[in-house]
């Protein structure tokens, strides 16, 4: 039975959720391209005093192997590399905002973060060695991807489990059953949250789509709405779930006539989720 007034409900707590601050904008901006360069990391973070401490910190935790102390910014970025660093500002970036949503029954930011900083990150490594033409929105795309689910935990914390119950027993996406019981699916409220911070019409798209990518018409070998859904099972499969069922969780990462590209992806994310655990140990 549908939620009566559930998208309603839903679209008022989207519209109060907190927005980008015009400096983290500007920062999203500066770092979109994959291929940005160390001189540019190097520019955007001299002209940040908030960045340069966390910066040097990072270089100086031990994740990179340094022998010595880091001092100075170009050090730094050229220790952290551009790939990296570019991941570590955008999650602090977005993440600083995710951290101020209100505790609400069901919402585990723990938990959310876990899953969303994974998926970010092979969707980020897939698109390293995959022909995606829009893959400079794969980190973000895998922080917001589920940012929806905490508008279902606010307004309608008692659907979850029989939402959960019915994607184990029927052929349905998990979409079109929120759908069905809400009006509305927790990909859609996502891309709502990826426009209202302006994370561009690729973002959007996938994160919409990252249930259905079936349904994204993106142009392109490989949509970035079936590289974050293929991120999304298998970030699933290892355990690092969060609100999700058996059928959205993969043990294995199979992508015919791309199986190698794909193998070298999953072996630079098995090394960065490595980072990101020390990370957050330190």
């Known amino acids: 039975m549908r939620k009566v007034g559930f998208r309603d409900r839903a679209m008022q707590v989207l519209e109060q959720l907190p927005p980008l601050p015009a400096k ?4 999203l901006a500066a770092v979109a391209s994959r291929d940005i360069e160390a001189r540019q990391l190097v520019a955007i973070v001299a002209r940040d005093s908030a960045l340069q401490p966390r910066v040097l910190e990072l270089a100086n935790s031990g994740l990179f192997g340094r022998v010595r102390q880091i001092e100075s910014i170009p050090h730094a970025v050229g220790l952290i590399g551009p790939p990296t660093l570019r991941r570590y500002l955008i999650q602090w970036t977005v993440g600083g905002v995710l951290r101020d949503l209100p505790d609400v029954a069901g919402w585990d930011a723990a938990k959310f973060s876990a899953h969303a900083e994974a998926a970010a990150l092979l969707a980020d490594n897939l698109c390293d060695h995959l022909p995606v033409g829009n893959g400079d929105g794969a980190f973000v795309a895998g922080l917001v991807h589920d940012i929806g689910k905490f508008v279902i935990c606010a307004e309608a914390p008692d659907a979850i ?3 959960l119950a019915m994607r184990e027993t029927t052929p349905e996406s998990v979409s ?3 759908r069905d019981v809400l ?3 927790h990909a859609g ?3 709502v949250v990826a426009e209202k911070w302006r994370l561009g019409d690729d973002v959007c798209r996938a994160v919409s789509c990252h249930h259905e990518p079936h349904r994204d018409s993106s142009s392109g070998e490989i949509a970035l709405s079936f590289v974050l859904s293929k991120s999304d099972a298998y970030v699933n499969g290892l355990g690092l ?3 999700s069922s ?3 969780a993969s043990t294995v990462l199979d992508w015919p006539g791309y199986q190698s590209e794909v193998d070298r992806a999953l072996q630079w994310f098995e090394f960065g989720k490595g980072q990101l655990a020390i990370s957050k140990q330190a």
């Open 241 to 243: 779930s969060f609100l």
């Open 24 to 27: 983290a904008t500007d920062l």
């Open 246 to 248: 058996s059928p959205d």
């Open 183 to 185: 009006g509305i699916d």
């Open 189 to 191: 409220m996502s891309s």
């Open 161 to 163: 489990e029989f939402i």
């Open 176 to 178: 079109e059953i929120e």
